[in-house]
């Protein structure tokens, strides 16, 4: 029985079905691939040569042919590129090479420095007016501030906008001797500062007394260091109105060296507060130490000169 079941088992056979194409593969692919390549270059090629002037075609062979020649000549190697007539010129006699430097001028594009600093500074003195327009709305416009116009003094100088707060009889922007502001003083400032801090422009700050001496026997607490004190408390209200600090450029107390009227010493309009929205040739004066009328060609001379007498001074 046994040996009847391994006769009925069928056998299986497998044959393997050969293709037509099995030598060959997928590299006919990549043939195809380089030949569309090859033929794109080709055209490009041909593209390039119909779109380019006789010049560059002459310019670009020159350089491959010897570029060493053409960098040591100095030539850009362009030909005639720059014109559709031959030669690169008007001249209608040049049919090849590259005209010379000197036959055709060039144009430049120059910039008059002393034109556009012009410019500017009428630009910032538009900006400063329109500023002091401002305060005079302020000042105008609120009831608190209005009883302080015979106080308030706006003019342009050649260091900017200066806005002066003066004393009036009866009506001190200090206790005599003392730096307090006094109440419609803070107001006013920190009015101002509010109104400062919209123009990107820096400031200086003065105090300014009269010529009546100080209490004392003048070699303690003078005019001096009470017109600084002053300055620098004005300062104070002047960023508590939101002027920001770093706009402060300098703060000074000048005594009565600047009176402003001369013929009374000790006139109240003389104690006063100035302050200098100052334009750009005045920033530059105090930060490169020189006066902003002095001519730039002359600011070197003058800054060296200015040196032993700001020492003296001092």
Known sequence: MAGDSKKLQPIIIKRVK?????AHGGAWKIAYADFVTAMMAFFLLMWLLGSTTEG???GIADYFSS????AMSGGSG?????SLVKG????LSRTTGQVKA????????TINLRALKEEQRRAERTRLEELKKKVEDVLANNPRLASLGGQIRLDMTKEGLRIQIVDEQGRPMFDSGSAV?????RDLLRELGDVLREVPNRLTLEGHTDAQPFPG?????????LSADRANASRRELIAGGLPEPRMLRVQGLAASKLLDGKDPNSPINRRISIIVMNRDAEDAVLKNYSPDEDDSTNAESEQAAKPAQAASQ
């Not at 362009?78 to 720059?82: C, L, Q, R």
């Not at 000197?102 to 594009?109: H, T, Y």
């Open 56 to 58: 560059d075609r002459k």
């Open 88 to 91: 690169g010129g008007t001249d």
């Open 67 to 70: 570029p060493l020649k053409v």
């Open 102 to 109: 000197g036959d055709v001028e060039a144009k430049r594009r």
């Open 217 to 225: 026997n003048g070699q303690g607490y003078t005019n001096w260091e």
């Open 181 to 185: 502001v006094k109440p419609y003083m």
């Open 78 to 82: 362009s030909g005639d590129s720059s």
């Open 18 to 22: 050969k293709g037509g194409h099995a």
